[in-house]
């Protein structure tokens, strides 16, 4: 969810995006149908019915479910993404299940 402002030459789509930042733990599922930025330590499972960014310090042990998905952090679980997953450079995946429409990997990452 979220609105536009517009000029005369161009439109910006804001969106509501939840951040949770380093120094953030969180034992237990992270559930929500906003787009999130998450650079924090999870153990257990994170559904984002939107976007979903995970930071460089995230660390995530449990499945992943998002419409889109960029990694930039590590993960240890099952990933499934409903349209576009981006592993950067910086990303360590060990997922036993990878389940995506479109899939791009940056040179460095790693998939295990």
Do not use: W
């Not at 419409?67 to 349209?83: A, D, F, P, T, Y």
């Amino acid at each position: 969810m979220g609105f536009a402002c517009s000029n005369k030459n161009s439109t910006i789509a804001i969106e509501k995006v939840m951040q949770f930042q380093t120094g953030t733990t969180i034992n237990g599922q992270l559930i929500s149908p906003d787009n999130c930025y998450f650079n924090g330590v999870i153990i257990g499972n994170i559904e984002i019915h939107n976007k979903l960014v995970l930071g460089e310090n995230s660390v995530v042990t449990g499945d992943v479910y998002a419409r889109n998905l960029l990694v930039k952090g590590k993960v240890q679980g099952n990933i499934i993404v409903e349209n576009k997953a981006i592993f950067s450079s910086s990303a360590h995946v060990q997922a036993n299940n990878l389940s995506t429409h479109l899939l791009e990997v940056e040179t460095g990452a790693v998939l295990n």
